[in-house]
């Protein structure tokens, strides 16, 4: 019996890939579309529960193919109907994914990669810096759980990728992860209900351009002067606002769609008049929409949320210069879904019980 994990996962192939591996070992090609189906519009991934599969087939498929699952190990739902998962990966890595309500419609908010190498100052995964980044079959796994956890195999969801970690940082695999949940016999995403974020990596932003797969972009803006961002996003050294901004100008933007750019709120820092005056005029000229996010605070963020009062303001100059504006509901706040929160108390808990065990008593 070969060693599992060294066999190709289906749950990580696109179709195409897993028709040629299939006829390398002499099985249909047609077999791929039930494999897709079975792993991904059935949850299933015991080989012996495919039932359309001839038993010899079914026998054989343990040798040559293993399908991943991330392993839910922590559960945390919220009195509004956020659910936010735990999910712990083969290296015992572990990532959020988060399911929110209503957001209009049904939501996935995904990670990407464990930890963030962005560093952005009031993120709690950006302190965490970059572990690794996620496989695609890491990627679409988070869907398939929380898919098979609220009862929406069959039905339709948006997913976001503003989890854990810069999506275009891990351009490849995020791409892959978007064709593979695109796949008519799997879950059959449409690019209209996927929203990449990203912070602004600019020759990122400019493949995407490419993208035959188109989904909606969202980039975090965060600032309306380069100082300010040098300060929140540390990456806006390598590619300022000025370029980030000049690239989504250049953005193909599908008809009736728009860019989204999301403004997390700190108060005293980037929240006043001045701000949103600039906000309008850097976004003059681009389809745009603006997402307002007061902080959800967190113990080691060293920022505190505006009042409400500040926040309406602030939305209602955008909105008075005619650019739409949404404010993020705070969700989930009494289940820690601030992005990365779950994962760094469970770290301090278990540093902390480490620790306590390795204390003389
Ligand atoms: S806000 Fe997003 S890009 Fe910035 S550190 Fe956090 S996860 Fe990374």
Avoid at 81 to 101: C, N, Q, W, Y
Avoid at 265 to 277: F, I, P, T
Wanted: glycine share 6%; proline share 5%.
């Amino acid at each position: 019996m070969p060693q599992t994990s060294l066999l190709p996962d289906i749950a990580g192939l696109e179709r195409q890939e897993l028709e040629s591996l299939l006829r390398e070992r002499e099985i249909e090609a047609y077999r791929a579309r039930q494999l897709f189906r079975w792993v991904f519009k059935r949850g299933v991934t015991d080989f012996a529960e495919m039932t359309d599969l001839s038993k010899s087939l079914r026998a054989r498929l343990p040798e040559l193919f293993r399908v991943s699952r991330p392993a839910v190990v922590g559960r945390e739902h919220s009195a509004d109907g956020t659910a936010k998962l735990l999910l712990e990966l083969d290296d015992h890595r572990r990532v959020e994914s988060v399911f929110i309500p209503d957001s209009p419609g049904q939501t996935f908010c995904i990670s990407t990669q464990v930890g963030c190498a962005m560093r952005c100052a009031f993120c709690l995964t950006g302190k965490m810096g970059l572990a690794r980044h996620l496989a695609a079959g890491e990627i679409v796994g988070q869907v398939r759980v929380l898919a098979e956890e609220i009862g929406l195999l069959d039905a339709r969801f948006n997913i976001v990728l503003m989890g854990m970690g810069e999506p275009l940082h891990n351009y490849d695999e995020t791409m892959k992860a978007l064709r593979i949940l695109g796949d008519q016999d799997g879950l059959a995403v449409s690019p209209r209900r996927v929203t990449i974020s990203t912070v602004g990596l600019v020759p990122a932003l400019e493949r995407l351009a490419q993208e035959p797969y188109m989904p909606n972009l969202a980039v975090s803006l965060h600032a309306t002067t380069e100082a300010q961002r040098d300060l929140l996003v540390p990456l806006n050294k390598k590619y300022n606002i000025a370029e980030v901004i000049e690239a989504c100008r250049r953005f193909p933007i599908k008809r009736r769609s728009r860019i989204t750019f999301e403004y997390v709120m700190l108060a005293g820092v980037n929240d006043s008049r001045e701000d949103a005056k600039r906000l309008v005029s850097l976004l003059n000229g681009i389809r745009s929409k603006v997402n307002l996010i007061p902080l959800n605070e967190a113990a080691g963020i060293p920022f505190s949320r505006p009042t409400d009062e500040r926040v309406d303001e602030f939305a209602q100059i955008l909105a008075d210069r005619h650019l739409t504006v949404s404010v993020r509901k705070s969700r989930g706040r009494d289940i820690r879904a601030a992005c990365g929160q779950l994962i760094v108390e469970e770290t301090e808990k278990s540093a902390g019980q480490k620790l306590a065990a390795a204390m003389p008593t």
